[in-house]
């Protein structure tokens, strides 16, 4: 059978670069520190693509709009998880799979697991389902390394952009408890892969932890 460019989500080839991806309640501080890594590996010579979800592409920055933006819109969970998904799938054929193939180090600001928890478990629709979903998206790439910022959903809360909140950001308290509690199911399901990293103190504290562990799989 013929390929199109549409299959290259699926497309096998090599992966010669490392994928690193950031998780995290609320105001943990993601982009804050996948910027500091990125910075801190372009200046050790290595050649970085930092990806920020929703968006990084242009059909990605207009599903991100519907899903961060659409203030009087309902919006069902699945709904919800079928434009992350979309969204990724976009971000992985277009750029992060063609990165990792070149060999370059590309870091995530939130990715699968962020659906895993926020529309798996906050919107329940199922570990199962979105994992599948995403598996599709994504022709199933995984990170080699995924850093969970930790910190209490209150503080993290209180940290969050102080202007203007999300669509999702706005969702109440027991919400983001209940995001938080994904995590640590995550953390045990994959902890082949999952660094938990302590994200109270300074942004250069919380680098300096976050160094120390990604040393540990690319130096
Ligand atoms: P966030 O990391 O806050 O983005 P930014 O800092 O660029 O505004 O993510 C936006 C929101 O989207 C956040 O509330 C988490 C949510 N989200 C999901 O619910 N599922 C997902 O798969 C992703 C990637 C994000």
């Known amino acids: 059978m013929e390929q199109t460019k549409s299959d290259q989500a699926y497309a096998p080839g090599m992966l010669l670069g490392t994928f690193i991806t950031f998780e995290g309640c609320e105001g943990a501080g993601k982009t804050t520190q996948a910027t500091l890594l990125r910075d801190y590996l372009l200046e050790k010579g290595k050649e970085v693509l930092l990806v920020r979800e929703p968006g990084g592409t242009p059909v990605g920055e207009l599903i991100r709009d519907i899903l961060l933006n659409s203030e009087d819109v309902d919006i069902a969970p699945i709904t ?44 329940g629709c199922g570990l199962e389902p979105v994992k599948n979903l995403n598996d599709w998206a994504t022709g199933s790439l995984e990170p080699h390394l995924t850093v969970f910022l930790d910190m209490s959903v209150k503080d993290s809360l209180a940290r969050a952009k102080p202007g203007g909140l999300d669509r999702i950001e706005k969702e109440d308290l027991e919400f983001h408890e209940n995001v938080r509690y994904a995590y640590s199911m995550l953390q045990r399901i994959f902890s082949y892969r999952y660094v938990v990293v302590d994200a109270n103190g300074s942004p250069e504290a919380v680098h300096a932890r976050v160094v120390s562990e990604v040393e540990k799989i690319i130096m």
């Open 80 to 123: 919800e998880a079928l434009l992350f998904a979309a969204d990724r799938a976009q971000l992985v054929r277009d750029i992060v799979r063609p990165a990792l193939q070149k060999g370059v180090t590309v870091i995530g600001d939130r990715y699968v697991d962020s659906s895993l928890a926020y529309q798996g478990v906050g919107r």
